[in-house]
């Protein structure tokens, strides 16, 4: 009886762990990682120096209150001066910069007896430089923060700090030095890197100055998050995830058009699929290539399909596109076994600690928007069966699809109100509009009309990233609301650049320039990869877009 309970047990943790124990893609996957290892990409470098020497000014009109003024430049106030007078000095290097620092420093009277200690704090924002860190109240790690302590036992040297920075401002401060020699830091320099290239796309000599500002900031964005993958954020997570691979890889086709970047990105996460062949929410390269162990997100592994159609539609290489098909099958019949009889997405039955994504903003509810997601999930994959002729075999899909938007509006569509409404509360969301939108489950006028009463209503849950509200403008490109797509872009991003945003931020709320998922707004990465769409809207609509304001007719 005993042994009998030990079998049973052990078949149903086996069977709970994966349903292919030997992993279903495990005769591919080295070949796969092999395939992107052999696409990772040179970066390119450039040395800069900083611009200017910076003052911190507390000011309640600026965002998150802090702002620099400059006060001259790095060659008359840091360079030729005695360090140990300076005590603490801020530079501006003009523009947001991912990569290395060094830094040279020379006596300048008698010699060096002691070692020198240095702090070094890199920051992405002024806010980020003045508020303090400690004692430390973010929900992720200390960390993150880029401050350095750097002790110097040989002055004359060129420093390398190891580690990779992403930053515009610099403060330096000495925390020790002897009193028997003075010293200077006679030169320092950051080695920017990158993989992005050159921007190959341009606007219309007529586009307005707000819209190219947007569109520049959006492309300075991608670059800096293009280093050996398309990284999330250079500061913060510093690592590949699915679902702003997809909103990189739109981006990309508009700006650097570097396809290859897309092809390895790819490649690393069939190679990197688990056992069950689930493509994980996302990957870190070093010390060798691996997935964040157990973290899948299922909807961010239905985009990785999504990025694979794109790519395809770029670049019509079918060889990859044949060679990476039945992850991406796969990935549609793991949904499949989701969905109940009466045709809607149960999350319940993906398994445990599957999780799905959104936006970060507190209380979204879901449920409707991931009904939503997975439709289009399904039609985008059969687009991309039918795009390499395979599509004869998944007739049930279209039906399938079909079913859950007919299912989708019994439970979610209110006819008295004209919108999706989610979850047990019948939660209204601006996001959930957008999703059943993008889904094909609501369309013109009435697609028009939910978005519509969403914007109106006082209570409406709206996006709290720039990540969701891509897909509430993509939504109201979908819909025909030209005008009103046109003017949330120019409120919205251009909002973040009246604001000083030189690169997209990963959360904005035009309301609340303190809002962060973690709990402190300092960890927020102000770089953020999936904040950089406008390139893609701004560029794929030039009629919309890149029109003068009177050419168009609007605002
Ligand atoms: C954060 C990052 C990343 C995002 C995930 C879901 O950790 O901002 O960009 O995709 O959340």
Known sequence: MKALRFLMATLFLTAAVSLFPHGLFNQSKARWLETAANLTPPLTSVDVRPVAVVVPVNDKSAYQHWRYDSIGLPEDLLFSRSFKDIKSITLDFG???????????????????????FRFFFGETPAELNTPLDPWCGSLSRAWMQDEVVTVTDIGNVIDLKRRFAFRYLKIELLGASDDFDFAIDDLYFRSVSSAGDNKCSLSSDCPAVVRAINDVGVATLGE???????????RDRRLWAGD???????NRYSFRNFELTRRCLYLFAGLTDDDGRVMSNIFEY?????????????????????????????????????????????????IDCVGDDGLFDKNRAGAGVWYFFDWRDGFDMDASLQAAAIFAIDQTYELASLLGK?????????????????????????????????????LSLLTQAWMIKAGVAGGQEARKAISVALDCSETVRPGTPYATH?????????????????????YWGGMVAKGADTFWESYD???????????????????????TPVYFINKYPEIFQKSQSAYGCR
């Open 510 to 532: 035009p309301n609340d320039d303190f809002i962060s998922a973690y709990g402190f707004s300092p960890l927020n990465s102000a770089c953020h990869a999936w904040s950089c």
């Open 287 to 335: 010390p060798a290539p691996h997935p964040q162990y157990g973290s899948v997100c299922m909807n961010y592994s239905w985009l990785w399909n999504s990025t694979l159609l794109e790519y395809f539609k770029d670049t019509a290489d079918s060889s990859t596109a044949h060679d990476l098909w039945p992850v991406a099958q796969r990935q549609i019949e793991m949904l």
């Open 225 to 235: 998050c293009m280093q050996t993958v398309f990284e999330d954020g250079p500061k």
């Open 471 to 491: 897909y509430l403008l993509d939504a109201m490109l979908i819909a025909g609301m030209d005008a009103e797509a046109r003017g949330y872009l120019i409120d």
């Open 245 to 251: 691979m997809y909103l990189q890889t739109l981006a």
């Open 95 to 117: 523009r947001h910069l991912t990569g290395y620092f060094s830094f040279r420093t020379k006596i300048l009277f008698r010699c060096q007896d002691a070692p020198v200690r």
């Open 391 to 427: 599509s004869d075999a998944l007739s049930h899909w279209v039906e399938l699809s079909q079913k859950m938007k007919h299912a989708a509006r019994q439970a979610f569509f209110d006819k008295t109100k004209g919108v999706f409404l989610s979850g047990a509360d019948r939660q």
